[in-house]
């Protein structure tokens, strides 16, 4: 299998558990890690045989401003659920989303 991958895609998100978080976006960082197969784009040389980055981010952005979160696993699930109702070439997800700076003396967290 083949891996497609993208790193520090920054996003914005409603997410959080008080007030204040819920008030304004957050701007995420997600990167992600998609397995699937592209021996057809490596023979073919067609962007319709793989998977397109630019769509692929903006699924991802889609999915996070489509609704409110509480939870980064939430918001995780939901980009999970987004993609593989998109890409049928995906066959698994490993995805890390960070929020920055909303603790102190801390740079990011995530999962």
Do not use: W
Request: net charge negative; charged share 20%.
């Amino acid at each position: 299998m083949d891996t497609i991958f993208i790193e520090q895609l920054l996003a914005p998100a409603t997410i959080g558990i008080t007030s204040e978080e819920q008030a304004q976006p957050t701007t995420l960082g997600i990167n992600l890690k998609l397995i699937c197969d592209l021996r057809p784009a490596s023979k073919s040389d067609r962007l319709t045989d793989t998977i397109d980055y630019a769509e692929l981010a903006l699924q991802v952005t889609n999915a996070l401003t489509s609704q409110p979160f509480s939870l980064l696993e939430h918001a995780a699930q939901t980009v999970i659920d987004q993609l593989f109702s998109k890409f049928i070439l995906i066959q698994s997800i490993t995805i890390e989303i960070d929020k920055p700076g909303i603790l102190p003396n801390v740079g990011r967290v995530g999962i």
